[in-house]
């Protein structure tokens, strides 16, 4: 084994890990222990902080267009925000982002 | 067609799976042709998504071994970017927090963006459902994603096989997500916490590690908690 092999193990290992402690912590270590109010207060906005959050840079700057802000993504991640607030459909929310996407991709060539 | 509720948890999860295929698919694909370009054996980049389970992690980790990065900055790098997964697992404990040990484990495993995004979404809207069917939406969400995600890899370390750049799929990503993301907007608290996220996240999409989601998403937490506060206190909070 050389250097390299033993070096990507150890990642491969501490990462398997790693990752299964910081996804197991809370709900494996709390159980069904009760949490303070403020806790509970802050994780109610964990979803609509986090997701919005992990997908606004790759929405303003994609990468495909080497990070430079794109009108069809632009315009594709606006409506589907609107059509999900609107709806509250998981589905048509998707349906109608990808439709713009593919439909100004088209428009504009 | 009459199903128990059990049962129709578990396809209702499964149908709303389906969707996040287009991400991760090629997202699987794209690791396994940067894995094996990295010098990975195919039995290698399978343990590595088998175990690890993590794509962003997983591409962060190839990426610093490609650039020769000492392997304490390899994994610290790629172990910030997998740091969410705790806020999930926090987030997820009132729900879940009640199933046996060995389930939960499982369920810890399987915490992954999508089923964490589609899971808590439902169970927000469905305060009645039971532990039971909970769980067996969570694990019904997973359900197409895993074997796609395994297979994936796979096809990309064997094949090379890569899905053409034109189709646009990188915006799967941010599609499929804001479609979960705008409906749990339900009072001006989720809003505050989404705006506020949204705005420090890119102002801080310098920072390395990817901690600038970090950053923001702890932002965008206590935007929310302080407008719950204050609106409880002029008392327009409307419990939903």
Redesign the interface.
Known sequence: MNG?TV??????????I???T???????L????P?PD???????????????????????????TGGTPDLA?LM??AV??????V?????A??FS??GT??GL?YLLG | MARSPLSSAYWDGFRKGLPFLLIVAPFGALFGVLATEAGLQVFETMTFSMTVFAGAAQLTAIQMLNEGAPTAVALASALAVNLRMAMYSASLTPYLGAAPLWQRAFIAYFTVDQSYALSIAHYETSPEMSLAARIRFFFGTMTPIVPAWYASSLAGAVLGAQIPESWALDFALPITFLAIAAPMLRTLAHVAAAFVAVAVALLAAGLPFNLGLIVGGISGMMAGARVEVMLREKGLWDER
Do not use: C, E
Request: charged share 10%.
């Open positions: 390299d070096q990507l193990w150890i990642i491969i290992v501490g990462l398997a790693g990752s299964f910081l996804r197991f912590v809370f709900l494996g709390i159980g069904d222990r949490m403020w806790l509970l207060r802050h994780l109610r906005y964990t979803a609509v902080a986090i997701i919005p959050a992990m997908v606004a840079p790759a929405t303003v700057w994609p990468a495909a993504r594709a991640a589907t925000v609107v059509v999900g607030y709806t509250k459909n998981l589905f929310a998707i982002g990808a996407l593919y991709f």
